[in-house]
């Protein structure tokens, strides 16, 4: 099974993953992570913390030559800013500076504080950060590689931020190459310019705002997932996943809330014989996935992600050492990170798939799970004959 582990406050020394369960053989290219990091980092809104970094991923083990070796894959990405923060967020000493005692509307900082007994919300908001998103980038860039071996091709795009949307279809010219020239990653130039005057003036205003974003895989063989239990649904994982997301607030597959107000003719999608003789839908409401497994169409998913927390306007909140009304505290923040969540999503997602993956295909060597992927191919086709 693949899983991950991972760990880092936002001002601490690194951030840090371990993957188990990759097989061995797998082609890494390093490049191709830090590709994915720089789009995270990238987009119209972004704070001045992303100033101050420039991700990189290390690889420290699992990895030799270029080649996974089968064994865990442990990956680190240093933050730069720590040097800032070492005399504060140092392991051994810690100066009892730069403390947060009123909490922020919205952010885990007063439920975390009650949690875990502290009284420096700093102990809660270093780890609950965004942050945290950078290593998940890079965990969901390795899993990229490996869905890669088996013709999956993944994508993330910004459908709205603020009331802005951008409904640009994915089958217009150039939208791969549109999408990642945009510094809010949308296809519509009218839209992309009404979306950075409308952050610019939330900046002004001190303001935050969210927005959604869709990601899409293609190629993926029907089957991924399951129908037979609960938790092997893949659109559950994949929803829970998302909502795993820092600011993520709702989660939609293919036609998703939309297809509650339509009537069921308009929702389900038909199935014919392609010519090739593959069963095909002839449309995609379902968003790739039926009855929790993958149906062979491609996966659309789209993740809701609410305005940051952190107002430069503060709200109304209470200083938790005297009980007095106070303004939330202000920490450096970004104004909108919505295009930077796309990039997230796309890896959370593809860490679902390639979960996915690894439990229908198994094998330890990537050899072995594409013997599986191709004998399981065949069967599918000779059932479909
Ligand atoms: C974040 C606060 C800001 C963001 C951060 C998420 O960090 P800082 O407090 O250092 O300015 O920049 O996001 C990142 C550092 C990142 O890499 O995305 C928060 O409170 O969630």
């Keep these: 099974m693949l899983r991950f582990l991972d760990a880092g406050e936002t001002h601490g020394k690194c951030l840090t993953a371990i993957i188990e369960g990759l097989p061995a053989g797998l082609k890494l290219d ?18 001045g913390r992303m100033a101050i970094e420039t991700d990189c991923a290390e690889i420290l083990s699992g990895v030799r030559g270029g080649y996974t070796l089968g064994s865990p894959v442990a990956l680190m990405i240093k933050n730069k800013d720590f040097e800032n923060w070492r005399h504060i967020m140092g392991a051994e000493e810690a100066a009892d500076e730069r403390g947060v005692y009123v909490p922020r509307p919205g952010h885990a900082d007063l439920t975390g504080a009650l949690k875990y007994g502290h009284t420096d919300m700093r102990n809660v908001l270093e780890r609950a950060s965004a942050r945290q998103t950078a290593i ?91 129908y037979v239990h609960y938790d092997r649904k893949l659109d559950a994982v994949i929803a829970g996943a998302l909502m795993s ?23 389900h ?6 010519g090739d003789g593959a069963y095909r839908r002839l449309s995609n409401n379902a ?24 107002l430069y306007s503060p709200l109304k909140s209470v200083d938790m050492r005297t009980g007095q009304a106070a303004e939330a505290s202000v920490e ?36 072995e799970m594409r013997r599986n992927y191709e004998g399981y191919m065949k069967a599918v086709a000779a059932r479909q004959a």
């Design 332 to 367: 450096r923040s970004d104004i909108c990170a919505v295009p930077a969540c796309s990039v997230v999503c796309e890896a959370v997602v593809a860490f679902e798939l390639a979960k996915a993956a690894t439990e229908k295909f198994g094998g330890d060597s990537i050899d």
């Design 269 to 274: 999608d038909p199935i014919a014989k392609a």
């Design 245 to 267: 997301v820092q600011a993520i607030k709702g989660v939609e597959i293919g036609a998703g809330f939309e297809a509650a107000a339509r009537p069921g003719s308009k929702v």
């Design 136 to 226: 998940r980038t890079a965990v969901g860039a390795v899993c990229q590689s490996l869905l890669a071996v088996f013709g999956v091709r993944m994508a993330s795009r910004v459908v709205s931020i603020g009331s802005v949307r951008d409904e640009a279809d994915q089958d217009c010219p150039d939208f791969d190459e549109r999408i990642a020239a945009s510094p809010v990653r949308m296809y519509s130039a009218e839209a992309q310019a009404a979306a950075m005057a409308m952050i610019d003036a939330a900046k002004a205003d001190g303001e935050s705002l969210g927005g959604v974003v869709e990601v899409t895989a293609l190629g993926l063989p029907p089957g991924l997932g399951s």
């Design 287 to 310: 968003g790739g996935i039926e009855g929790g497994m993958t149906n062979g169409e491609a996966l659309i998913v789209r993740a809701a992600m609410k305005p940051i927390p952190t």
């Design 30 to 47: 390093i490049n191709s992570i830090n590709h994915k990091l720089a789009l995270r980092q990238s987009g119209h809104g972004r704070g």
